[in-house]
């Protein structure tokens, strides 16, 4: 089984890809398929964003909680 790819990993295909439909030297046919990569590489990447925001906020929630009840001890 293939390992899945790191979000640096993704974000790096996905700036090859822009690289290439930039250049436009390519038939038709290929800078579709290459787009429709591009854009479900993008959506891996928002999606993994997304995830770590969410964590993050959690983290900085549950901190918050932490220090609330610390000072409630006191």
Known sequence: ???????????????EIVKALEK?????????????????LSKLCKKTLDEAELKV????SKGDTEEGEASEEN
């Open 57 to 60: 906020n959690m983290l900085l």
């Open 24 to 40: 436009g030297d390519m038939p038709l046919d290929e800078m579709i398929k290459t787009f429709e990569q591009g854009v479900a």
């Open 1 to 15: 089984m293939p390992k899945k790819a790191s979000f640096e990993e993704n974000i790096k295909k996905l700036d």
